[in-house]
């Protein structure tokens, strides 16, 4: 991963992804949501129970609305797609919403991040 050298960032997620300073403080910088949102397929199936709750055995299949590498562009994804990706890409980036990356409101929800992740 390269500086901070110009380049487009699309966000692929279906929220607005806000990214905050280091004290997590003041919104630098926004990426709306594009329309286009990248997602793992999945199938579920119901495996048994606990407690009268149901448990389910999630299987993970392929990408879907992942556009293609293109120069000079990078793709705000979910920590999910980073995973199914598996780091056969080098244009992928993810909001970092673990402890030392997240911005939470007073009710305890998310709000942004201090910085991206890659896998």
Known sequence: MKGSEAMTIINLTPHDVHVYDAE???AIKTYPASGIVARVKS???I???VDGIAVAHITFG???GLPN???GTKYIVSLLVLQAVDGKRDDLIGP???PGSVVRD???QIVGVRRFQVL
């Open 106 to 108: 007073e009710s305890g």
């Open 96 to 98: 970092d919403t673990g």
């Open 69 to 71: 590498p293109q120069p």
């Open 47 to 49: 495996v048994g129970e």
């Open 62 to 64: 392929e990408i879907e």
């Open 43 to 45: 199938s579920t199936e």
């Open 24 to 26: 997590g403080k003041t």
